[in-house]
């Protein structure tokens, strides 16, 4: 089982930035992939971006936003500058225990609660 804690959501202003943290416990964080994804009202959950050794992104993303990772302190984290109204969704941090790379939501096996993000126009 990981356990996965969402947190740095909020309201900010297009062209502003945000950083939201998630914090996994339960398994050896090191070897897991760890992924954003978010989804917007009335749409389906899109990948965002992700980390294992190396990085990948959506390109609807790239060059705006940053995943990282501390294994120290089991955290991934996405840094999201030049934001869009679009950018509104609620933002997942998600697991894949097999360590894969891969952008599709199913292979990801654990799933945090969800923090909301909104971009003000």
């Known amino acids: 089982q990981v356990q996965l804690v969402e947190s740095g959501g909020g309201l900010v202003q297009a062209g502003g930035s945000l950083s939201l943290s998630c914090v996994a416990s339960?398994?050896?964080?090191?070897?897991?992939?760890m992924a954003w994804f978010r989804q917007a009202p009335g749409k389906e959950r899109e990948f965002v971006a992700g980390?294992?050794?190396?990085?990948y992104y959506a390109d609807s993303v790239k060059g705006r936003f940053t995943i990282s990772r501390d294994n120290a302190k089991d955290t991934v984290y996405l840094k999201m500058n030049s934001l869009e109204p679009e950018d509104t969704a609620v933002y997942y941090c998600?697991?894949?225990?097999?360590?894969?790379?891969?952008?599709?939501?199913?292979?990801?096996?654990?799933w945090g609660q969800g923090t909301q993000v909104t971009i003000s126009s």
């Open positions: 998600a697991a894949d225990v097999q360590g894969g790379i891969r952008m599709a939501s199913q292979a990801f096996d654990y």
């Open positions: 339960g398994r050896t964080f090191s070897r897991v992939t």
């Open positions: 980390i294992k050794w190396s990085t």
